[in-house]
């Protein structure tokens, strides 16, 4: 029900390797417009990566005299950047990359990817397979995709794989309204059990944006009655 990185990640990768020049990584970057990329070492996995951000922070780390920084101060929690490296006068994607790579596998839910996104404050994860080499990258963009659904689309799979397929209701039995990307539910369920159901289940179908709970339980609703409205996701 819930898509999966998979589906949205972008499988033609710009990638990079440790020893690929400051001015390689800059090129990179301008010619295929984007803002970071991974950095790979000989069998593709993921050793770091490289975004704008630490490339500025490299040029503004550097002293007016032209000589290489003797050290630098990490803030607490922060991905740790190497030193550079002994090569006088070059620097390379190893100089420049944050470590260690936040990455995700392709059967992850976009959900899940979006929360590591959050708590490392990253704007790009690598995907890697079982073997943790690299198959495709997902940015903030790509994950953002599944809330262009149309209300008819998230409607239908609210029906088909909430209310009939999961919860076994009669056809029906329970409205389904979309608008925006807002669920409301309305109408009667068998047992109270099956309202906190339908309103979690709800939340995890892609491009909803919060539900409307109208729903009653027992054979005529006269048992009792939801009637809750929230726009956050309920807690699993």
């Known amino acids: 029900m819930a898509r999966i990185v998979g589906e949205v990640m972008t499988s033609d990768v710009v990638e990079a390797h440790p020893e690929t020049t400051f001015k390689d ?3 990179l970057l ?13 069998d593709d996995k993921v050793v770091g990566v490289v975004s704008q951000t630490d490339l500025v922070r490299r040029q503004a780390a550097r002293p007016s005299d032209g000589r290489s920084p003797r050290s630098r101060r990490h803030s607490p929690g922060r991905l740790k950047r190497p030193r550079p490296s002994a090569a006088a006068g070059t620097v390379t994607a190893r100089d420049l990359m944050s470590t260690p790579a936040i990455t995700v596998h392709p059967e992850q839910r976009i959900a899940d990817a979006a929360r590591v996104m959050e708590r490392h404050g990253v704007e790009r994860l690598p995907v890697v397979d079982e073997e943790d080499r690299l198959i495709g990258i997902a940015t903030r963009r790509d994950l953002l995709r599944v809330f262009l659904r149309t209300d008819d689309e998230i409607g239908r799979e609210v029906r088909d794989e909430v209310l009939d397929l999961t919860l076994g209701l ?9 608008r925006d990307g807002m669920v409301t539910l309305t109408g009667a369920v068998p047992r109270h059990g099956d309202i906190p159901t339908a309103i979690r289940m709800t939340y995890r179908v892609d491009g909803v944006v919060g539900v409307v709970n109208d729903l009653t339980f027992g054979t005529d609703g006269a048992l009792g009655v939801g009637s809750t409205r929230s726009s956050g996701a309920p807690s699993d």
């Not at 301008?30 to 000989?42: A, M, N, Q, T, W």
């Not at 009669?170 to 979309?178: E, F, K, R, Y």
């Open 170 to 178: 009669a056809p029906g039995s329970v409205a389904v309204a979309v």
């Open 25 to 27: 990584v800059v090129r």
């Open 30 to 42: 301008d010619r295929h417009r984007i803002s970071g990329l991974p950095v790979v070492d000989h």
